[in-house]
């Protein structure tokens, strides 16, 4: 396969990616409501350990288990700040 | 619902997220070798802008466009570091 290919391959993974993305962030966004409803703390640092714990499981490269919880770090943190920022 | 079964989609959202990223890992390592092969440098600032404009285009909420461009920006960071790695 050429690059074009290879690239056009990555776009519709992307439409896919950002897809869901969005539908994890609107169940963030829910327990964010939940959260407050609750009194609870929107830091719930066992919850994201078991989070990155599940994440590095799923691993089916070529990433390595660093990489793929870099992704995942930064992807939890955005999360975080939508729980904090829309409820 | 309650705060669990939200829990409960996330997870399943993540094993569909982390299943597409290998995907997306693989398709950016098969770039690397042609670049390497055609002599082409691993950062092309026009395709990475072209892919963060996609993403944008993409985004169904509830996050905003700087959020989700930051999510990707560290998803392209990784895949960048990926092509210069596995090579």
Known sequence: ???EDWR???????????????KRA???????VAKRD??????????????????KKLNCGPLGDAELMHIYERL???MRTLQR???
């Open 1 to 3: 396969m050429e690059i």
């Open 38 to 55: 609750k009194g609870l703390p929107v830091y719930e640092p066992q919850r994201e350990d078991a989070v990155l714990e599940h994440v």
């Open 8 to 22: 056009k391959q990555i776009d519709e993974l992307d439409e896919q990616i950002v897809a869901l993305i969005c």
């Open 76 to 78: 939890m943190d955005v």
């Open 85 to 87: 920022r829309d409820i």
């Open 26 to 32: 609107e169940a963030a966004k829910a327990i964010g």
